[in-house]
T-cell receptor
Framework: ETGVTQTPRHLVMGMTNKKSLKCEQH?????MYWYKQSAKKPLELMFV???????ENNSVPSRFSPECPNSSHLFLHLHTLQPEDSALYLC????????????????FGPGTRLTVT | QKEVEQNSGPLSVPEGAIASLNCTYS??????FFWYRQYSGKSPELIMS????GDKEDGRFTAQLNKASQYVSLLIRDSQPSDSATYLC????????FGTGTRLQVFP
């Protein structure tokens, strides 16, 4: 266990459903991330929250909506997804030291395997 | 565009041999570098981080960094079948940039 938990671990949803992914970190970190991992592709950074503020949104479609109520919890709300959104969704956390210091090691949760039918 | 390049493999080595995994990066401003191991169906697991030029050893793992050549490598000594996985290299400026990973196969 890395200290980052994700639920659910597996999710099958139809294109008209609404669901949410949850992530919680117990490491005392101040930054949290959502990544998407598809077969044969590098990890794709979706969203970044530093000190609960969203600082990065890599042109992610609006059908993905993040929420970070505090520095320990992160959600990804999903609605009207497409079959190509099927992937492994990974949450990570790290300590962020600002632009001068950069980030230290990122620790990943176990991921949610999402299948959109 | 900032990139991290890795040979996708598979890299096949016999049990007990040294496995050498390589990575190049494009952004000279990268400050730190990380190696992750990912077993099939699992999430990436951090195994090494390196911030300065030279070698860093941790058990059977040695990370090597050459900033002038923009090159990072990971050596695994006494490779075991349990080391068979995909190894991801990542560089950091203001965010982590990941390579596509190298698949390592260690055969008995």
């Amino acid at each position: 266990e890395t200290g980052v938990t994700q639920t659910p671990r597996h999710l099958v949803m139809g294109m008209t459903n609404k669901k949410s992914l949850k992530c919680e970190q117990h490491l005392g970190h101040n930054a949290m991330y959502w990544y998407k991992q598809s077969a044969k592709k590098p990890l794709e950074l979706m969203f970044v929250y530093n000190f609960k503020e969203q600082t990065e949104n890599n042109s992610v479609p609006s059908r993905f909506s993040p929420e970070c109520p505090n520095s320990s919890h992160l959600f990804l709300h999903l609605h009207t997804l497409q079959p190509e959104d099927s992937a492994l969704y990974l949450c990570a956390s790290s300590q962020y030291m600002g632009l001068a210091g950069g980030i230290y090691e990122q620790y990943f949760g176990p991921g949610t395997r999402l299948t959109v039918t | 565009q900032k990139e991290v390049e890795q040979n996708s493999g598979p890299l096949s080595v016999p049990e007990g041999a040294i496995a050498s995994l390589n990575c190049t990066y494009s952004d000279r401003g990268s400050q730190s570098f990380f190696w992750y191991r990912q077993y099939s169906g699992k999430s990436p697991e951090l195994i090494m981080s390196i911030y300065s030029n030279g070698d860093k050893e941790d058990g059977r793992f040695t990370a090597q960094l050459n900033k002038a050549s923009q090159y990072v490598s990971l050596l695994i000594r006494d490779s075991q079948p349990s080391d068979s996985a995909t190894y991801l290299c990542a560089s950091n400026t203001d965010k982590l940039i990941f390579g596509t990973g190298t698949r390592l196969q260690v055969f008995p």
